[in-house]
């Protein structure tokens, strides 16, 4: 019996965990209470690392489609196919005929992340999307406008804060997102103990309301409306205390200028949310000692995400609880991907997508419109994609459209484990090893961590043979289309960890297993800004420049009923319902619904409906659930397990439905995030 130490990477919270494994099978898995971030916390998805690592469905090597299905192909002979279509592709069409998407787990993936961008660049394409825009993109774009980098996010500080207000997050079920805060219902409890407060703001009473001392329902889509009232109601009451960032800090006048406009009466029938509740919320959270707001992907993925997440910002930063220990802060992450960053490095708008003319940021396209460049006809449509650690057609809008087209393109190159909804319309999958296969460094979620720490582990199994890292997988195919080696992300990693703030390395880290503390968080501006003039600016032009498309929904009425999304605890995105550990019991993809509105549809739970939308029609079954807000009904992403031709015996067994086929254009104008959340939907009895 041998023990490991290694951190979960499953998703941000990268729980330490510590693995017994004998006869090269794991024996027992359970949190490491060594680990100085986690103290031992998991949650039940840790257990699903030891099936992902026994999947039989789980693709080991090359897959190469035939006339007679899919055929086992060898790694070499599959790099060179891989690279002499993608060469046909460019020299009949151009470099912008093949489209990327990267997925989530790409950024869970230290090998994978440190070496994707080498292989993007050996295929010269503008037209690259990830999962980005359908999550945190306007956290991204508030970071760029206010602090100048959009890697600089500020972080709840949330081991020493005494007023959390949550909006549009779970952090029970999702383990803290843009806040890698393992254990976070312990967290939680410990400052309630202390004499915190937790508020939350959710059209559902969540499994994190349920937990906190107050819940306000709120209508989808206008929590910009509620930020406002709060900010108009700090200046109004004169509670605005700017602390230690006074001088620094840029806009003030056009802040309360801007949020003038929607006092709480003004807002309340829009939000839901009666004046005299957002007073108090507005007064409570200025007046406590110490208290950090902090919204999530109730927020981003709307069509006012940008509005949300700078608002967000900006009520911490009125309330001197910017930089400040229990307010929102910047971690300091051994690996600082900002060592280098200079002002102004970070491009947008440099060119457009074709069809919608949507602006680039940062080098990507908003995914929502990569269907219309694949279906679009003339000169640079897209004829090729490859995904890398995704499934759009589960997770991006429109997605049974996007399944349709992607039968059509000539040719789709996945580098993923899994034969799944999108992969099964691959020409070639080459399959990375994955899980507890990898050695992992988490290179990002240190950067949104609430408290320093590092580790590097190494991976448990051996690589079989037959098998490959992402990375090797990018490094031969960016050798084959340039002739040039990329640099193994170990050796980018040391030198990250060399020359980063805390002067380790991996030899360093990998002798300390359960990893490093440096400790809290700590202040760090205007040294780690990157404006350019050392100046926050609290008023960005662009999200000013984006009110009157807020205000001008103040005469909108409310469509009889939206749909939202939730997310579960035994679940992860799509490509998680494969793992049996994970999906005994009953299914789950299940639309709540209000007592009140199921009277009113005459359905009671179990019962089928109908839910239709602009793009799509779904059916699923109804969970009678007085959970919701009136009007709002829920279903999860990431199910819909029902496409021919896919290998995944355990979720076809769930087959659920995809809530996105009935999302799609809709779009955060101001930062070109997908608007997922409050989809008008119209819902009908299935007839017996
Ligand atoms: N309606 C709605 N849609 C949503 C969301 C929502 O809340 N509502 N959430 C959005 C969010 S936040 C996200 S992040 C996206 C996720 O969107 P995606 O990333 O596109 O979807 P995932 O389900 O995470 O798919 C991950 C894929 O990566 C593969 N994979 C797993 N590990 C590895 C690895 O180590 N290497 C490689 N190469 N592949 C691997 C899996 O087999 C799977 O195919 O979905 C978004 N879509
Ligand atoms: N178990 C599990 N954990 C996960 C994932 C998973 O799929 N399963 N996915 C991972 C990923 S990729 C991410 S990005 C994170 C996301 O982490 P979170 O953002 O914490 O997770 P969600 O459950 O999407 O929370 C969004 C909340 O917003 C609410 N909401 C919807 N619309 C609105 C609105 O208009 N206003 C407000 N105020 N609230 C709204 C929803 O009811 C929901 O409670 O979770 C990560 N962790
Ligand atoms: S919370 Fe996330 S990191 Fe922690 S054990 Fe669960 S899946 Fe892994
Ligand atoms: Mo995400």
Redesign the pocket.
Known sequence: MTTHYRACNL??AICGLRIEVEDGRVRDLRGDPDDPLSHGAI?P?ATALIDLREDADRLRTPLVRTASGFEPIGWDDAFDLAAERSRAIEAAHGGDAIATYLG?PNVHNSGSMLSSSGFLRALSTRNRFTATSV??LPHHVAALEMFGHPMLLPIPDLDRTDYFLV?????L?????IMTAPGIRERLRTMQRRGGRVVT????R?ETAQAADEHHF?R????ALLLLALIATIFDERLVDLGRLAPLLDGLDALRDAATAYAPERVAAHTGIAPETTREIARAFARAPRAVAYG????SV?AFGGLCQWLVVALNAITGNLDEPGGAMWPLPAFDLLLRAKPGEVHEGRYRSRVRGLPEFNGELPVVTMLDEITTPGAGQVRALVTIAGNPVLSTPNGAALDRALAELDFVLCIDPYLNETTRHAHLILPPAIGLEVEHYDVIFHHFAVRNTARVNAPVFELADEQRFDWQIFDALAQRLTGKALAPPRERLDAGLRFGPRRTSVDELLAHPHGVDYGPLESCMPQRLLTGDGRIRLAPRRFLDDLPRLRATLDDRPPRFVA??????????SWMHNAPRLMRGADRCTLLLHPDDAADLGVESGAAVHVESDYGRITVPVEVSDEMMRGVV?LPH?FGHTKPGTRMRVATEHPGASINDLTGDAIDAATGNAAL??IPVRIAPHAR
């Not at 999304?565 to 679940?571: A, K, N």
């Open positions: 998703c941000e949650c998805k989530n999550d945190q909006m549009g997050a779970n952090p079920v999702s383990n803290g997102s703001i959710d059209p559902r969540t709120i989808p889509g206008t929590d999530r992907m109730g927020l709307q939202i999304g939730r997310r579960q605890l035994r679940s992860n995105n829920s990431g959340n409050g």
